[in-house]
C-alpha cells in the first residue's frame, strides 16, 4: 500500500489526527503537478495499480481534479481519503466517474465538533455520494467513552455498508489524542457491542492497523475473527505502509513518520522501497514488544502478534537508528517452485462494461485488482495446483505458438505473455491476494 499526500493543507484540526508530525511546521505545501506525474509514473513502473490520494485534505490540492483525471487515465484506480468537506462542486465530477474508478475512505467526526455549515456540506457530500458501493467511513476511538450513534446513523442515512474502525494511535514527535495500550482491555465490550449494532444494520466493520489480541477474550476473538472484523494477517503485526510527501520525501507509515525518511529518487520501484522498510521493522519486529507479559502471551507465541502498533514499542525502547542499506535489484516475490494460490476470502470476479475485465478481490478489505482479460487463465491456475512457475508456463503457452521453431516474432511475443505474467503475480503477492504455499 502507498499513500500519497497531496497536500498538508487542513481546513479541520482533528485532535487524534494521525498526520500531525507532518503538518506541525505549519507550512501547507501542496505537490506540483510534475511531481504527482512522477509519482504515478513511479507506482505504474510499480505495477501499483492504486492512486490513494490524501492530506492533510487531498481535496484542498489546487489542482485535485486535474490529478483526478490524471491518475484515471493512468489506469488507476484512486482512493480518495477524505474528510468529505470538499466543495460541492466536485460531486458532478465524482458522478461521473465508474465507482470501481474511484472510492472513498471518509474520516468523519460527531456532528458537534463542526460548524454547522460545515456539517450541512458534509451530509449533502454523502448524499451525493450515496449507493455508489464504494465507500467507506472511518471511526476513530480516542475517547475511553466514545460517541459512535452519529456513524451508525450516517452509514444507514445514507446507504454505506462498511466502516473502517480504527484505536487511534500515538504518533512520534506528535501530541495527538489517543488512547493508552493498558487501556486497550476495556474498550472491548465496546468494541463488540458496536460491531454487533452495525452488523443489526448490515454494516460490515473491520478493525484498522495492529492490535494486540490479548485485549480480547477467546470468545470476543473468535466472534470478532468470524465476522471479519479482524484478521489474523492485517491486524496481528505491522507491514510498510508507504507515505510519499508532497516533497516526495518517504516514510513508513505517519504514526512513525518522525523515523528513517527517504526520498522518492534514491529507489527504482515500490518493492524496493517495501523492502527497506521492512528492514526498518525488522529492528523491533519479533524481538522487542511494548509490553513485559507480550514475552509469554499465547497469541505471539501461536500467531507472531507484536502487541499492536509498532509506536508503542518504539515509544517503550526509543528509536533504533537504521544504517543507510544499499538497495537491491527488484526480485519475484516468490520461489520458482512455490505453489501461488489464492487465500479464502479472495475471489475473482467478471465484468462486461465497458469491457469483459476480470478482478480479484479480498471480501474482507474491500480491496480491488483488476486485471485484462487476457489474463483470465492465468487467474483460473490460482487454484494451488501449480507453482509459480507452471502457471506463468501455462500462461504462455496458451497464448504463443505450438511451433518447435518460434520466428523472432514469436519468441518475442513469448517474451511479453511472460513478462506480463511476471508482473501480474508480483502484483497480486505485494498486494496480499496470493499467498505462497510449500509444494506437496
Same mark, same amino acid.
Given at each position: 500500500?502507498?499513500?500519497?499526500?497531496?497536500?498538508?493543507?487542513?481546513?479541520?484540526?482533528?485532535?487524534?489526527?494521525?498526520?500531525?508530525?507532518?503538518?506541525?511546521?505549519?507550512?501547507?505545501?501542496?505537490?506540483?503537478?510534475?511531481?504527482?506525474?512522477?509519482?504515478?509514473?513511479?507506482?505504474?513502473?510499480?505495477?501499483?495499480?492504486?492512486?490513494?490520494?490524501?492530506?492533510?485534505?487531498?481535496?484542498?490540492?489546487?489542482?485535485?481534479?486535474?490529478?483526478?483525471?490524471?491518475?484515471?487515465?493512468?489506469?488507476?484506480?484512486?482512493?480518495?481519503?477524505?474528510?468529505?468537506?470538499?466543495?460541492?462542486?466536485?460531486?458532478?465530477?465524482?458522478?461521473?466517474?465508474?465507482?470501481?474508478?474511484?472510492?472513498?475512505?471518509?474520516?468523519?467526526?460527531?456532528?458537534?465538533?463542526?460548524?454547522?455549515?460545515?456539517?450541512?456540506?458534509?451530509?449533502?457530500?454523502?448524499?451525493?455520494?450515496?449507493?455508489?458501493?464504494?465507500?467507506? =467511513?472511518?471511526?476513530?476511538?480516542?475517547?475511553? @467513552?466514545?460517541? %459512535?450513534? *452519529?456513524?451508525?446513523? #450516517? &452509514?444507514?442515512?445514507?446507504?454505506?455498508?462498511?466502516?473502517?474502525?480504527?484505536?487511534?494511535?500515538?504518533?512520534?514527535?506528535?501530541?495527538?489524542?489517543?488512547?493508552?495500550?493498558?487501556?486497550?482491555?476495556?474498550?472491548?465490550?465496546?468494541?463488540?457491542?458496536?460491531?454487533?449494532?452495525?452488523?443489526?444494520?448490515?454494516?460490515?466493520?473491520?478493525?484498522?492497523?495492529?492490535?494486540?489480541?490479548?485485549?480480547?477474550?477467546?470468545?470476543?476473538?473468535?466472534?470478532?475473527?468470524?465476522?471479519?472484523?479482524?484478521?489474523?494477517?492485517?491486524?496481528?503485526?505491522?507491514?510498510?505502509?508507504?507515505?510519499?510527501?508532497?516533497?516526495?520525501?518517504?516514510?513508513?507509515?505517519?504514526?512513525?513518520?518522525?523515523?528513517?525518511?527517504?526520498? =522518492?529518487?534514491?529507489?527504482?520501484?515500490?518493492? @524496493?522501497?517495501? %523492502?527497506? *522498510?521492512?528492514?526498518? #521493522? &525488522?529492528?523491533?519486529?519479533?524481538?522487542?514488544?511494548?509490553?513485559?507479559?507480550?514475552?509469554?502471551?499465547?497469541?505471539?507465541?501461536?500467531?507472531?502478534?507484536?502487541?499492536?502498533?509498532?509506536?508503542?514499542?518504539?515509544?517503550?525502547?526509543?528509536?533504533?537508528?537504521?544504517?543507510?542499506?544499499?538497495?537491491?535489484?527488484?526480485?519475484?516475490?516468490?520461489?520458482?517452485?512455490?505453489?501461488?494460490?489464492?487465500?479464502?476470502?479472495?475471489?475473482?470476479?467478471?465484468?462486461?462494461?465497458?469491457?469483459?475485465?476480470?478482478?480479484?478481490?479480498?471480501?474482507?478489505?474491500?480491496?480491488?485488482?483488476?486485471?485484462?482479460?487476457?489474463?483470465?487463465?492465468?487467474?483460473?491456475?490460482?487454484?494451488?495446483?501449480?507453482?509459480?512457475?507452471?502457471?506463468?508456463?501455462?500462461?504462455?503457452?496458451?497464448?504463443?505458438?505450438?511451433?518447435?521453431?518460434?520466428?523472432?516474432?514469436?519468441?518475442?511475443?513469448?517474451?511479453?505473455?511472460?513478462?506480463?505474467?511476471?508482473?501480474?503475480?508480483?502484483?497480486?503477492?505485494?498486494?496480499?491476494?496470493?499467498?505462497?504455499?510449500?509444494?506437496?
Amino acid at each position: 500500500m502507498a499513500n500519497v499526500l497531496l497536500t498538508t493543507r487542513c481546513n479541520l484540526k482533528c485532535p487524534y489526527c494521525f498526520a500531525q508530525e507532518k503538518l506541525a511546521d505549519g507550512q501547507r505545501v501542496s505537490m506540483a503537478l510534475k511531481d504527482v506525474e512522477k509519482v504515478i509514473n513511479f507506482l505504474s513502473r510499480s505495477n501499483h495499480p492504486f492512486f490513494r490520494a490524501m492530506g492533510g485534505e487531498p481535496t484542498l490540492h489546487p489542482d485535485f481534479p486535474s490529478i483526478l483525471e490524471m491518475a484515471l487515465k493512468h489506469g488507476m484506480r484512486v482512493d480518495v481519503l477524505s474528510n468529505a468537506t470538499w466543495p460541492e462542486s466536485y460531486n458532478d465530477l465524482f458522478r461521473r466517474t465508474s465507482p470501481r474508478r474511484v472510492v472513498f475512505l471518509l474520516n468523519i467526526d460527531q456532528p458537534g465538533r463542526y460548524a454547522p455549515p460545515v456539517w450541512q456540506r458534509i451530509q449533502n457530500n454523502l448524499e451525493a455520494l450515496a449507493d455508489r458501493g464504494t465507500v467507506t =467511513l472511518s471511526f476513530n476511538v480516542f475517547e475511553k @467513552e466514545p460517541k %459512535d450513534e *452519529y456513524v451508525l446513523e #450516517l &452509514a444507514q442515512k445514507y446507504r454505506i455498508d462498511k466502516i473502517r474502525m480504527s484505536l487511534s494511535l500515538p504518533v512520534l514527535g506528535a501530541n495527538n489524542a489517543c488512547l493508552k495500550l493498558e487501556d486497550y482491555k476495556q474498550m472491548t465490550p465496546f468494541i463488540v457491542d458496536f460491531v454487533r449494532r452495525a452488523q443489526q444494520r448490515g454494516v460490515q466493520v473491520c478493525m484498522d492497523n495492529a492490535v494486540p489480541l490479548c485485549m480480547f477474550t477467546y470468545e470476543q476473538a473468535g466472534e470478532l475473527l468470524l465476522k471479519k472484523v479482524i484478521d489474523l494477517e492485517r491486524n496481528m503485526s505491522c507491514r510498510p505502509v508507504i507515505d510519499i510527501g508532497p516533497d516526495l520525501r518517504v516514510w513508513c507509515c505517519f504514526c512513525l513518520s518522525k523515523m528513517w525518511n527517504r526520498h =522518492l529518487d534514491e529507489f527504482q520501484n515500490l518493492e @524496493e522501497i517495501y %523492502d527497506y *522498510y521492512r528492514r526498518a #521493522l &525488522a529492528l523491533y519486529q519479533s524481538r522487542l514488544y511494548p509490553l513485559d507479559e507480550c514475552q509469554t502471551c499465547a497469541w505471539r507465541e501461536s500467531w507472531n502478534c507484536q502487541g499492536g502498533c509498532l509506536t508503542h514499542t518504539v515509544l517503550k525502547h526509543g528509536e533504533l537508528p537504521l544504517d543507510p542499506i544499499a538497495v537491491e535489484p527488484d526480485v519475484p516475490a516468490w520461489k520458482d517452485d512455490a505453489v501461488l494460490a489464492m487465500p479464502d476470502g479472495v475471489v475473482m470476479r467478471r465484468y462486461d462494461i465497458p469491457e469483459e475485465s476480470f478482478a480479484v478481490v479480498n471480501q474482507a478489505s474491500g480491496l480491488e485488482l483488476e486485471v485484462d482479460a487476457s489474463f483470465k487463465p492465468l487467474l483460473t491456475d490460482l487454484q494451488g495446483h501449480y507453482s509459480a512457475r507452471e502457471i506463468v508456463d501455462r500462461f504462455v503457452g496458451n497464448g504463443g505458438s505450438n511451433a518447435s521453431s518460434p520466428s523472432p516474432v514469436e519468441m518475442m511475443a513469448q517474451s511479453a505473455l511472460r513478462k506480463g505474467a511476471d508482473e501480474l503475480l508480483q502484483a497480486l503477492v505485494q498486494q496480499g491476494f496470493l499467498i505462497e504455499r510449500t509444494p506437496v
